[in-house]
Structures are given as structure tokens and as C-alpha cells.
């Protein structure tokens, strides 16, 4: 199978959806990292008018928007592929991770300062940026989180965003009940997305209060084995590449 290349933003929770889809299915890929400020790095796509990641590159096709990556890789791939209530179940988690999860995330980890300087770190850590831009995006990467954060909070009306994700996940503890997986036996794309989302956060301290909740911590370590087993070699970065 050719390399698949995923056009991202490290810290962007719809990008870890993609990773943990293409890891499950054993698809080889590497990452480039978008700068945030320029997105030079992204290919011209039709259709991805605000440039957004991620964008995928698979034989040849682009996709951007990860619920249309996941649709296509469906095709390449039936790893997953479930029929009746419970791909309807796996559907509507998929879009609560969408709608709601992936959207409350910048709110808690870029929420305070200490967060959002830790987040650029993470960034620029992580970036094939050069010198100059590596340092533009960890000083102004924090500012311009912080505000992203904000705004996202607003727009939902505001409040405690760390009360706002324990919310969010008292609703995924009750959809998982006492299952592995969220629809029964078999791991579904719905896991792997709320999955993909949550490692997004894993250097934060938001995710250890996550962890303290047993079922979630139990199901979190189940699906990462899957992820770890299925996973196709690791691919060097663009940049390691370059370099
Ligand atoms: N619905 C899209 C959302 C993608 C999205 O919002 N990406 C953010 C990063 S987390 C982005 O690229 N933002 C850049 C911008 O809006 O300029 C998906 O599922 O892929």
C-alpha cells in the first residue's frame, strides 16, 4: 500500500481522528505540519475554502475535513465497516466528538496561559518549521490559541470549560455502559474518533483527570493496543525526510 500523507496541525483533535483511523486500518502515512499562520504547506483543494486540516493525500486524491477523510478511507479499507443500529450508533458518536468534543478541547488546554504556552511548545516541538518561523509560532501560537479558545467558549454561551468536557464525557461513560467498545465486541469508527480526539490531549493535565474515570481509562487503554498492534511502520516526517 502506497504512503498516505496527512496534512495537520499537532494539536488539532480532528487530525488525531484521521491518525487513529489510518493507524487502525494499517495505513502507512506521514505527517506534515501546517503552520498555522501561513498554511503554505497545504495543497490547493476545492471545496476546502477557510484551508482547514486535515487534509489527506491517498492514490493520487485529496480529502480534506476528517469525517470525509474517514468516509473515503472506508473505501480503501473496510476495517470497522458496521452494519444496522450499530453503525448508526458509531455515526452519531462520531458526530458528537465533531460537534461537541473536539470543540470543547482547545477551550481546556489553551483555557489558561500556562496551557496555551505549553500548547505552542508542543507545536514547535513537533513542526518542520525553519529557525524564524519555529519562533513565531511559539510566541505568537499561545496568544493566538488562547483567543481560539475563548471564542469557542463564547459561541457555546460560555462557563467552566472543565465542567463543560466532564459533561460531555458523563455522556460517552453512559454510551459505553459496561462494553468495551462503545458498540459492543467489536471496535467501531465512533471509538476511534472520541479515541483520536482525546490522545490529542495526552501532555495535558486535563487528560489525567479524564483517566481517573476507571471504564474511561480501561476502554482508553484497550483501543490503544488496537491502535499500537494494527499500526503499519512508522513513516519518517517530511521534514526528517527532507533533511
Ligand atoms: N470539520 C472539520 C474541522 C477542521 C478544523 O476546524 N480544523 C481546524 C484545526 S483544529 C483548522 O484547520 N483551523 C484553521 C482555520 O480555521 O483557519 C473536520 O472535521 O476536519
Known amino acids: 500500500m502506497k504512503t498516505a500523507v496527512l496534512y495537520q496541525f499537532e494539536l488539532c483533535p480532528f487530525c488525531h481522528k484521521v491518525k487513529a483511523a489510518l493507524e487502525v486500518k494499517g495505513i502507512p502515512f506521514r505527517k506534515i505540519e501546517v503552520n498555522p499562520m501561513t498554511k ?11 484551508r482547514k486540516v486535515p487534509v489527506l493525500e ?8 476528517s469525517t470525509e477523510i474517514l468516509k473515503f478511507l472506508e473505501t480503501k479499507d473496510a476495517t470497522l465497516t458496521l452494519e444496522g443500529s450499530a453503525r448508526e450508533k458509531s455515526e452519531m458518536i462520531e458526530a458528537w466528538v465533531d460537534d461537541d468534543l473536539a470543540q470543547l478541547l482547545p477551550a481546556v488546554i489553551y483555557g489558561t496561559w500556562r ?4 500548547a505552542a511548545r508542543v507545536v514547535a516541538r513537533t513542526s518542520n518549521f525553519g529557525f524564524l518561523q519555529n519562533a513565531i509560532v511559539r510566541g ?18 460560555g462557563g467552566n470549560p472543565t465542567e463543560l468536557l466532564a459533561t460531555e464525557l458523563d455522556k460517552f461513560e453512559s454510551w ?46 484497550r483501543v490503544r493496543i488496537l491502535r499500537e498492534n494494527a499500526r503499519a511502520p512508522v513513516q519518517e516526517d517530511a521534514a526528517s525526510a527532507a533533511s
Open 40 to 50: 503554505k504547506e497545504l495543497p490547493e483543494l476545492e471545496g476546502n475554502g477557510r
Open 115 to 118: 496551557d496555551a504556552a505549553r
Open 176 to 221: 459505553l455502559g459496561e462494553q468495551d467498545f462503545v458498540c459492543g465486541d467489536t471496535l467501531s469508527l465512533g471509538d476511534v474518533a472520541v479515541h483520536g480526539c482525546l490522545t490529542c490531549i495526552q501532555d495535558f493535565p486535563a487528560f489525567k483527570t479524564i483517566m481517573e474515570r476507571e471504564r474511561v481509562a480501561a476502554w482508553f487503554e
Open 140 to 157: 505568537g501560537g499561545s496568544i493566538i490559541m488562547n483567543r481560539v479558545a475563548k471564542k469557542i467558549l463564547a459561541r457555546r454561551g
Open 58 to 65: 491517498m492514490d493520487g486524491t485529496l480529502v480534506a475535513d
